[in-house]
């Protein structure tokens, strides 16, 4: 393989029915005024009025569409991201068929617009939480909503065994919905084997998985790979790794790191963070791969001209961290 311009064109994500595009783009530091990604607070720079976090969301959006960006991921928790959504797909006149939403239950916001909340969200994987927050997803995106996943299930913890929420989420998937998972922490191997595993009426409950992947933190490759090769659509969060693999990172022990990325990068004519989500897109089993950028200027950057070789490849393989030491960082990382 050559310098190669990795192949964007829109494709199914999976065996849901759904065609998506290879970018997609997250709204969990569009939504809320506070957020865990490195620079959030300077990307706000003080203007954090529902207002304020509303214009922002639709000039991203904006250029998301004119970039050729169709899936879109929200969650419930993430403060008002599901309302600024749907205003803005009513605003453009975009219907249900010319674009793909996802969305997430599970957690609740609970930062009332607060960067410095005691508690930003709270997790509640439970057939009540389940149907309240499927009734508030509904409300705000009506038919735009493709694709309900359950918030970050963790290897340890008992929502793939909860018979009664199965038949829930089994019950909406019957009415039309797509039902998926997002997986967090070290174990996501183990949490997507489960969630494969898991049927009702005879047949997979879960059409799509989404889960962390990128330079970093690889250790979710084979359970994606074994995803994909089932049907199950495949969604890449936390791409640049909440901005670690940005040229924002400027952490003294990262120095090594930095500067093998930024050769690639140079050597390739691209954004140290294009070139993190290169390596994504490039992975056959990678159906959507989610921007989280926070301004028009990191979506034009994240989606400009995506290349990726395989000296990249090879001179990135040594960047890889232990799954426990990466969440562990993840974990320590402060809301602004
Ligand atoms: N459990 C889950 O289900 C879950 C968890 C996490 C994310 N997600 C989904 O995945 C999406 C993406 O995840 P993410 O935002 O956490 O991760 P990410 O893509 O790894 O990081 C995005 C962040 O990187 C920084 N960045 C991007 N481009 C940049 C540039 N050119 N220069 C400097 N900084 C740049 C921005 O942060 P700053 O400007 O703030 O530094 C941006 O917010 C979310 O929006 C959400 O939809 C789901």
């Given at each position: 393989?050559?310098?190669?311009a990795?192949?964007?064109?829109?494709?199914p994500?999976?065996?849901?029915?759904l065609?998506?595009?290879?970018?997609?783009?997250?709204?969990?530091?569009?939504g809320?005024?506070?957020?865990?990604?490195?620079?959030?607070?300077?990307d706000?720079?003080?203007?954090?009025?529902?207002?304020?976090?509303?214009?922002?969301?639709?000039?991203?959006?904006?250029?998301?569409?004119r970039?050729?960006?169709r899936?879109?991921d929200?969650?419930?928790?993430?403060?008002?991201?599901?309302?600024?959504l749907?205003?803005?797909?009513?605003?453009?006149?975009?219907?249900?068929?010319?674009?793909?939403?996802?969305?997430?239950?599970?957690?609740?916001?609970?930062?009332?617009?607060?960067v410095?909340?005691e508690?930003?969200?709270?997790?509640e994987?439970?057939?009540?939480?389940?149907?309240?927050?499927?009734r508030?997803?509904r409300e705000?995106?009506?038919d735009?909503l493709?694709l309900?996943?359950?918030?970050?299930?963790?290897?340890?913890?008992?929502?793939?065994?909860d018979?009664?929420l199965?038949?829930?989420?089994?019950?909406?998937?019957?009415?039309?919905?797509r039902?998926g998972?997002?997986?967090?922490?070290?174990?996501q191997?183990?949490a997507?084997?489960?969630?494969?595993?898991?049927?009702?009426?005879?047949?997979?409950?879960f059409?799509?998985v989404?889960?962390?992947?990128?330079?970093?933190?690889?250790?979710a490759?084979?359970?994606?790979?074994?995803?994909?090769a089932?049907?199950?659509?495949?969604?890449v969060?936390?791409?640049?790794?909440?901005g670690?693999?940005?040229d924002?990172?400027?952490?003294?022990?990262?120095?090594?790191?930095r500067?093998?990325?930024q050769?690639?990068?140079?050597?390739?004519?691209?954004?140290?963070?294009?070139?993190?989500?290169?390596?994504?897109?490039?992975?056959?089993?990678?159906?959507?791969?989610?921007?989280?950028?926070?301004?028009?200027?990191?979506?034009?950057?994240?989606?400009?001209?995506?290349?990726?070789?395989?000296?990249?490849a090879a001179?990135?393989a040594p960047?890889v961290?232990?799954?426990?030491?990466y969440?562990?960082?993840?974990?320590?990382?402060?809301?602004?």
């Open positions: 393989m050559s310098n190669l990795v192949n964007t064109a829109a494709r994500l999976g065996a849901t029915g065609v998506v595009s290879r970018i997609g783009l997250g709204l969990a530091a569009l809320r005024p506070g957020y865990i990604n490195l620079g959030h607070g300077r706000l720079a003080g203007a954090r009025s529902v207002e304020a976090l509303e214009a922002r969301t639709f000039a991203v959006l904006d250029e998301a569409w970039r050729g960006v899936y879109f929200a969650a419930r928790s993430y403060g008002r991201a599901e309302s600024f749907a205003h803005w797909l009513a605003r453009r006149g975009i219907v249900p068929d010319d674009v793909v939403v996802g969305s997430k239950w599970g957690y609740t916001y609970t930062a009332q617009w607060q410095e909340a508690v930003h969200e709270v997790k994987h439970t057939v009540a939480v389940f149907e309240r927050q499927w508030e997803s705000r995106l009506g735009h493709d309900y996943q359950i918030h970050s299930v963790t290897a340890d913890g008992s929502v793939l065994h018979q009664r199965l038949a829930a989420i089994a019950q909406r998937k019957r009415e039309g919905v039902v998972l997002t997986t967090s922490g070290p174990d191997a183990a997507i084997g489960r969630a494969l595993d898991v049927e009702l009426d005879g047949r997979r409950l059409d799509s989404q889960a962390t992947w990128n330079l970093l933190e690889r250790s490759a084979p359970a994606l790979a074994a995803a994909h089932a049907g199950v659509g495949v969604i969060k936390e791409a640049l790794a909440n670690r693999l940005t924002r990172n400027t952490d003294a022990g990262f120095t090594e790191q500067a093998r990325l050769q690639q990068a140079q050597r390739l004519g691209i954004t140290v963070d294009a070139l993190a989500l290169a390596a994504i897109v490039a992975q056959p089993w990678a159906d959507v791969v989610l921007s989280g950028a926070a301004t028009s200027e990191q979506l034009r950057s994240n989606t400009a001209a995506l290349t990726w070789d395989d000296e990249a001179r990135l960047l961290e232990a799954p426990v030491a969440w562990r960082r993840r974990a320590a990382l402060a809301w602004t």
